[in-house]
């Protein structure tokens, strides 16, 4: 079967998983701390190690698939609640919180109490300072821009902050959460906390709709590509099979 074929499934295989990876995006334009993910790809070339590769064969038999993702790491806006326990992160640095999944990160300052004073997530996970989870009492909440936490001038606790290096692959859980391999949180260099502010999502509502009608036009021109294939194989079939 022609590999052209193959290679505008592939490619309609790829625009479909990339119209999804926007469409998420887009739904989480509202999601506090949220990192926008950008699509990546690759090409597969058909046949394995033993094709020829020289320019023809490569502009014939490349195959485009999805590669994967990586998030886009640039900071959003800070916008002041005057809630004390809204915290924001000036920097690349993240939050530290126990989820299910064990150890994960977040720009998601929305934090709130427990009635036994635990401090944690919109989604119930344990915020983590540097002695575990933090517990204070009721007073008035006092956050310095490096995490110590002070309730009515008493110091209850102090928050963790970590960084990753560029190359970090970090990975998202949902939520505004992701994990992080093993051992490559590195100690704040450059962060500070902000007290009474949330960070808004870092997607851009227009860049993720222009890349949204982008993905929609290569998906439907793959489509294109497919059912030009489809009616040049049933030609074949019914004008040339029989002569054989």
């Known amino acids: 079967m022609d590999s052209g074929?193959?290679?505008?499934?592939?490619?309609?295989?790829?625009?479909?998983?990339?119209?999804?990876?926007?469409?998420?995006?887009?739904?989480?334009?509202?999601?506090?701390?949220?990192?926008?993910?950008?699509?990546?790809?690759?090409?597969?070339?058909?046949?394995?190690?033993?094709?020829?590769?020289?320019?023809?064969?490569?502009?014939?038999?490349?195959?485009?698939?999805?590669?994967?993702?990586?998030?886009?790491?640039?900071?959003?806006?800070?916008?002041?609640?005057g809630n004390p326990l809204d915290l924001g992160i000036s920097g690349s640095g993240f939050f530290s919180v126990q989820s299910p999944q064990g150890v994960a990160y977040t720009r998601n300052g929305n934090f709130h109490l427990t009635q036994a004073g635990q401090l944690v997530t919109s989604q119930g996970d344990a915020v983590l300072g540097q002695q575990g989870p933090i517990t204070m009492p009721d007073g008035n909440v006092a956050v310095s821009s490096d995490g110590t936490i002070s309730v009515d001038g008493a110091v209850v606790g102090k928050l963790t902050l970590s960084e990753f290096s560029p190359t970090t692959n970090l990975t998202a859980l949902g939520d505004a959460l992701y994990t992080a391999p093993p051992n490559s949180a590195l100690p704040a260099a450059s962060s500070s906390f902000r007290q009474g502010v949330i960070e808004a999502s870092n997607v851009s509502p227009v860049e993720s709709v222009v890349q949204l009608i982008t993905v929609q036009r290569n998906a439907d021109l793959m489509q294109r590509a497919l059912s030009a294939f489809d009616t040049q194989f049933n030609q074949t079939a019914v004008q040339d099979l029989p002569k054989v």
């Open 5 to 81: 074929y193959y290679a505008a499934c592939a490619g309609l295989a790829a625009q479909t998983q990339a119209l999804d990876l926007v469409a998420h995006n887009l739904a989480n334009l509202g999601t506090a701390g949220y990192r926008g993910q950008a699509s990546t790809f690759r090409t597969l070339l058909s046949g394995g190690s033993e094709v020829v590769r020289n320019p023809l064969n490569a502009a014939i038999n490349n195959f485009g698939v999805l590669g994967g993702s990586r998030l886009d790491l640039t900071s959003a806006s800070l916008t002041a609640t």
